[in-house]
Every structure is written in C-alpha cells, then in structure tokens.
C-alpha cells in the first residue's frame, strides 16, 4: 500500500498542486490530509476543488473546526500576545474569504480516522489522538509518552501535524509515531520548501537497493515512511499574499523559509534550529 | 493559613494523565529569600531538603510506566544541590527536562556539561530564570540587593552557553502595565545580547511569605462546583502533574504547606483525586497553567 499525507494546507493551494502532482509522479495515488485547511495564506476557497478533485481523505484540525462552527479565533494554542495578534489576522482574513459550503463542509469533517493497511493500525490525528490542538515537539516529547499514547488509543503508527515541523519516532515493539510536516508553509529551516509524507506498506516497499531496503516492521509488515521536501512556485504564493495585503512577515516566511512569528511556542532546541 | 470552606461541596480534580513530573530538588532551600516566595524558601528553611540523585533515578523509572512526558525541576534554588548536575544529565536520557532557577549562584562549567548533555541527546533543556522585572528598581526589593545584576549576569552565561532562557516574572504591577514592562525588559535583553529574549508573566500566588506581603486569601476565594461545570480541568496542573520532594511525592509544586498535599510515598499512590480547597486553587483557576512553559501551555479545544 501506498499513501501521501499531507499536514496543515494553510491555504498554500499552489504547495498542495504540487503535492498531488508530486504524489502522483512518485506512483502514489492515495491522499490524506490531516487537517488546518485555512491559516496563513490567500484565497482559502482555492484549496477545495483541489482535495475534491483528487480524492483528498481530509480530518479536522482546530483551524476547521474554528471556521467551521463559527469561533472567535483559530484555537491554535499560542500563548504569547504578539503570536495571537497575528494568528488572529490570518484568522479573520480566512474567516472572511471562506464560501458557506467550504465552512460547513470543515463543520462535518471528522477528527480522527482510522486505518488498517496490511495488517497495520494507522490512526491519523492533528495534534494528537486525545487533544486536537496538542503540540507533540521532537524535542519535548519522551518516547514513553508516545509509548503510552499509541498503546492507550490502539495504534500502530499515529500520524499527526499541528506544529508545522516533521519529525518521526520509533517507540516499542516497531510502533511509529510520524509528524508528516505541513504544505503550508516552510519548516523554519532557511529553504523555501514545504513537506509532505509518503508511506509504503508490504508489497509496495521499493525492492532493496543495497543501503537499508526498509526503514523497519510494525506486526511484521514491513513499512517505509519518506519525508519529501517539495518545491513549489513560492514566489506567486508570496506575491499573492502581498496583493491580499497579508502582513509583511507571513510573506518573509514564505520567501526566506525562517519563522517570523508563532515562535514563542517553540521549545529550545527548535527555536535554535530558526533564525528568529 | 489554608482552610476547608465553610459550607458548599469541595470539587475534586482527577489525575488525567501524569504528563508532567515535578522535582522539589532542592527542597525549600534557597540562596535568596523572596518576599512573594510562595513556599517561603530561604537559606534556613529545610522544612524540605535535597533530593538524591538516587531517589530521582527511582521516580524517572517509576516514570516510564506512566508515560511522562516532561520532567521539570525546582526548589529552592535547583542549583544548590551538588548533585544537579548528574541529576540533569540522567534526566536528559528519559525526556525533555526545565529547571526553574533564581540564575544567581550558575557556573560555567556546569553549564558546559549541561550543554554537552543536551546535544548528545535529542530532548530540549530549558532554563526558566526568575527575575521580577527590567531594572533594580523593580526586582530588588522583592528579590534582594544586587539580585538583578546577579541574575542577569546568569541569563548571560546561559545565553553564552548556547541555551535560550526564558525569563519569568511574578506580577507585581497592574495587569495593564504588562506590554510596557515586557517591551523595556526586551530592550535590556538585547543591550546584553541576548537577541532572542523569552518573557512570561506570571500571576502572583497569596501564600507563603507572599500572604505575609499582601493579604493573603479571604475565605470566598475558593473554588466552588457551579465554577468548575463549564471550566476545562486541564488547565489546572494538578489534573497533569505531580511533585517528588524528600517527603514524598505531592499533588503540587504549589501547596507544599497544606497537609492534604502529600499524597503518597510512590507515584502509583499519589494517582488519586484532588479537593481543589485552597486558596491558591482559586489563582491556578482563575490564570491557568501557571507553571508549566509556554511550548507546553495547555489550551482547550471546546
Ligand atoms: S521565589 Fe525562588 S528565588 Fe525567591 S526565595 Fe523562593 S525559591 Fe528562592
Ligand atoms: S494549587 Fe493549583 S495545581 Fe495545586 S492543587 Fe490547587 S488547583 Fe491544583
Ligand atoms: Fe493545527
């Protein structure tokens, strides 16, 4: 089996273009999204025929729910005052330009799905499996957390988005927790490209190449899970903000790949990773 | 000082999920002695003392089968204890640790060994350091002379160090004031180059030496039912925490001096419900999570 996932959208439509395009290049016809439809980015409207069109499995992040039921704010758990003020801008703009139907159509999206592929329990989430808006970070999460996470919710591999940074975890007995990354934005790294997830299960892993075949098994099966770095046409993405008059430092992310905001929710060691 | 409510229901907090384990390393030993101290540390109240590197390496084991997810460590001043720096370092191999320290008594080559300790590992070492505002003027008469040059000259080590301090502050002003305060507390963090300064703000607690100070909780500060029915338990740290002193393991970092506190001598005894019956329950209930950092701050998603 092969499946791409996709984390939060923010709006990028011309990253998920690219993503599905990618996907399907790369033989995977598959898709999922984890949620966070709306955020950051311009014309929320224009992701939607794109996640119908290609078959787009979608579950509900905190952003979808907001708009969705008509909440004050995005729910996106910041803490620090200037981090709210603008995730309240973004929020509004998105509130704003989001047709009726998309609104009720994130209303009704469910917030968890579960999988079974070859005999692997696959439980897709957006923060975690017991708190929609939960940051799990690389670097302040214990592995005997996420142990207890997958054991206490029944699942094999839990992926998951919400901070907007990939990361992967192999914890007892082969399970796997996977943050598959965003589309929305870049990863604080310093590159303009954004992230997706690829997994292949069983029959469809790649046939052994020399260097290791397979990143492991889960129940015996064997299972590959590739981070994918895309480029997309970031500059028209950038542009685009600019005419909807989105605010200067979003566009700065968008071209220079570092954080601008949202970083007083960053633990040490991410933080460092950044330039801000 | 902490008294059961005269009438009404007292609402009780379950243990969710033990996501957090607290460390009263250095009992309520301290190098300084704070008028809002909420413990009412000093340098001679050892009414808690030292914990041993031993007892930590049992609870971090202990710890596994619960599923913690940060360890958090404080005091007193962590620092005091000579056995920190192995304590931090074992620690860093089961997760993510955050030391809540005055900053006055740090050493470079216990900030070397602490920073090695980090990147040989891929969790997070954070530093919370306490100071009460951007001048002298605003610290010292709550933290002692020279406090804040000493304190700030901690932020610096740490910063030389490589680590990224997060600065917190007891209000001691009006809640309007707190934009000012922190934008010229940035300013004097830049000047000292710390060019990605962290602030957080934090509500007072009226206990300890603090209900000395001011004046202390009146008897309707107190949580009531009808309050806790539309109010997201998470946000309270005991339904996500529990404490390990030298005397045994308590629902919280906050109500060392009542009684009812000590839960247990294990983990596994300590799991049980709460009553929310003090005074300093109506503060975490009206801030929220006041003790944990903001990359773990809890938000409710209804
Ligand atoms: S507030 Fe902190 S630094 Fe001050 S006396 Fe208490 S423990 Fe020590
Ligand atoms: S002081 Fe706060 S954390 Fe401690 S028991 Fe009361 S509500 Fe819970
Ligand atoms: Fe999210």
Redesign the pocket.
Known sequence: MKLAIFGGIYNNYLALEAAIADARARGVDDFYCLGDLGAFGPHPDRVFPLLKEAGVVCIQGNYDDSIGNDLDDCQCGYTDPRDNHFAQISYEYTYRNTAPENRRWMRDLLTELRLEVDGIRFLLCHGSPRQTNEFLWDSTTSTHFLDKLARDHNADVVLATHTGIHWQRELSEGRRFVNVGVLGRPENDGSTNVWYTIIRTGNDLPKPTGSAPWDSTVNNTPIQIEFIPLAYNHERLAQEMQDEGLPEEFINTIRTGWWTTCLEVLPSRERRAGKW | MSSLPTSGNVPHVELRSLDELWFQVSGTL?????T????S??PHNDSFSYLSLETVAKSLEESIRWGVKEYYFT???PFLNREIVPILERTLEYGPVTVLT?GTVLKAEWLSRLRDAEQRGSYSLEFRV?IDGPTPATNDPI?GPRTFERAMKGVRLLVEHGFLPIITMARTWDLSEDERILEEFRGVLKEQSCDRPRLKVLPRLQIGAEADRSEGYGQHDRITPEMMQEFDESQLICNHSRVVTDRGVYVCPILLDAPDARLGETLEAAAVDFPLSHGACYTCYQYGAICTNLSAAKSSTT
């Open positions: 301290c190098n300084l002695e704070c809002h101290c909420f413990i540390c000093s005091g007193g001043e005055n306490s933290r």
